[in-house]
């Protein structure tokens, strides 16, 4: 999900093949996979454009923003195949600009261009220096958006397995075609660019971004996933890196196995977080009894995965549509007091309105025409674009395929493993996992790769209460990535720090406008935040 919190409503367009390993050596136009009979691919023409800045004609959008399209190769390998135009917005710099500083905020599968329209206010810093960019990459929100189908997770005709339901693991044999079919639903409902989506192709659209931009360096921000992003970025062209700061470290070595394993641990600890702090207030829906506080949270899952209720935005509402909105709503404690209104409507009331909106970012989206390789418009951003997406990216940057027959041996043990870190959050993490049976296998070019990178110094931060992206995911990259990282250590809560910790942002935005690094290993003290409900 995207890393910054949502603290307002917002339009929902921010959840495959596996990508082409490269190796790159990014210096002026760039080197290039070999195509067949070693001859390099001609990429002149996507790295002569020059980015055209107009006013955004998009009303979900700020009137002081503006916005432009880059095109780029569908297949990096064969470029005269077709072609996907990228979304950009910008504020522009308000002093004396340094070039472009482009944001991804993470997910994978949010919208840069939406989420920098929501959140600009937490970036206006970086315009003292900067046009501040935020982009789509391929396959999210208005660049050729990927989908399943018509409702969340594809599932409004009801067939198949979806990212928003449990695994039946008592009929592995069935749950293993239900995968099938949802791959075969995500293929046809998403055109040509699923065959090309992740992040090694994300991170060649960056540098032809950078070129069309005018900046002879890549300067950077990404959050959460917008890390495996920036750190791949430097693996394939470190002599282009600027200025790059990552914060709320992913991991580049482990499986989504693992991944999710560290997830659903790091969201549970979260949550037991969020109930401390609800029972000690009156509001609390959950009473004031804390152990009993905990029990409920999980018989209220269970007891919507049984028997779902209807909601206002089509479909029923389950459990695990809650389990979704309460990892949005724990990525930071200042949407706390909203998450605490959102359930207490719910199980006061059966409004469903609430955590739906917590979970979402706002109002749910039809799903339109989306015209092949060609922006769309943010009414025609499919509903369940940011599973789909998040799912098919992560697909495609992991090359473990276990088969048919080792995932039904393994699915009753994965799912006691994944209930013992969180009895919550366990199924919700191991429904991810198992979402990738079916599609490609991945590319191994981030394992194998992504490491002693010979790029300018960058600045990581990690934060020791992050539920999502764990601390020891900072210390494990930076090694990996060698001496150009600079680990700076939030002693705070919450996923990522920029937008939480005045330390944080303060040194970020130093580093960012005037090339300041911390020491390595220097820390970032906790802001003070008021507790009760």
């Known amino acids: 999900m995207p890393a910054v919190p949502r603290t307002r409503p917002a339009l929902r367009c921010c959840a495959g093949a596996g990508a082409v390993a490269l190796a790159l050596l990014g210096a002026g136009l760039p080197a290039t996979t070999a195509a067949a009979g070693g001859q390099q691919p001609d990429l002149t023409r996507f790295y002569r454009q020059h980015a055209r800045w107009t006013a955004c004609r998009d009303d979900a959008l700020p009137k002081d923003m503006q916005c432009a399209r880059v095109t780029v190769p569908l297949d990096y390998a064969r470029p005269a195949a077709g072609t996907l135009d990228l979304a950009l917005s910008r504020y ?46 391929r396959g999210v929100g208005r660049s050729s958006p990927v989908s399943c189908g018509d409702g969340i997770g594809g599932t409004s005709d009801g067939d198949g397995a979806s990212a928003d339901e449990p695994p039946d693991i008592a009929r592995p044999d069935a749950l293993m075609k239900e995968l099938k079919q949802l791959t075969v639903r995500c293929t046809r409902n998403s055109g040509p660019v699923l065959s090309h989506i992740g992040t090694v192709n994300a991170s060649r659209d960056l540098d032809v971004i950078r070129q069309a931009l005018g900046d002879k360096k890549l300067n950077y921000l990404g959050f959460s996933y917008g890390t495996r992003l920036g750190a791949v970025y430097a693996a394939q062209f470190p002599h282009n890196v600027g200025r790059m700061a990552l914060d709320g470290v992913d991991t580049l070595t482990e499986s989504l196995a693992e991944q999710g394993v560290a997830g659903a641990r790091g969201q549970q600890t979260a949550l037991d977080d969020f109930l401390d702090w609800c029972v000690a207030g009156l509001g609390c829906p959950f009473g004031q009894d804390r152990r009993k506080a905990g029990e409920a949270v999980v018989k209220l899952v269970r007891s919507l995965d049984q028997d779902p209720v209807p909601s206002d935005f089509g479909g029923p509402f389950t459990g695990q549509d809650l389990v979704g909105a309460l990892g949005q709503g724990l990525y930071g404690k200042e949407l706390w007091p909203v998450l605490e209104r959102a359930l207490a409507s719910l199980i006061e009331d059966g409004d469903t309105r609430g955590v739906q909106n917590v979970a979402s970012g706002g109002s749910a989206l039809p799903h339109g025409h989306r015209p092949a390789g060609g922006l769309v418009d943010s009414a025609d951003i499919p509903v369940d674009n940011l599973s789909a997406a998040l799912m098919a990216i992560n697909c495609a940057d992991d090359p473990d395929r276990p088969s048919a027959s080792r995932l039904t041996r393994d699915v009753a043990r994965l799912d006691k493993e994944y209930q013992r870190a969180s009895p919550v959050f366990g199924r919700f993490r191991l429904t991810q996992v198992l979402l990738c049976y079916g599609r490609p296998r991945g590319t191994d070019f981030i394992r194998e790769k992504v490491k002693d990178v010979p790029s300018a110094r960058m600045l990581l931060v990690g934060t020791r209460g992050d539920p999502a992206t764990p601390y020891s995911w900072t210390v494990e990259t930076a090694r990996r990535l060698g001496p150009s990282a600079v680990v700076l250590d939030n002693r705070g809560d919450g996923h990522t720090g920029y937008t939480s910790s005045t330390c944080v942002h303060g040194k970020v935005d130093d580093f960012l406008l005037y090339g300041t690094l911390p020491p390595d290993g220097s820390s970032c003290p906790q802001d003070r935040v008021s507790s009760g409900s």
């Open 92 to 137: 522009r710099a308000t002093g004396k600009s340094q070039g472009s500083v482009l944001l991804n905020f993470g997910g994978p599968g949010g919208s840069g261009v939406s989420q920098l329209g929501q959140d600009g206010k937490q970036f206006m810093g970086l315009t003292n220096g900067y046009d501040v960019v935020g982009f789509d990459p």
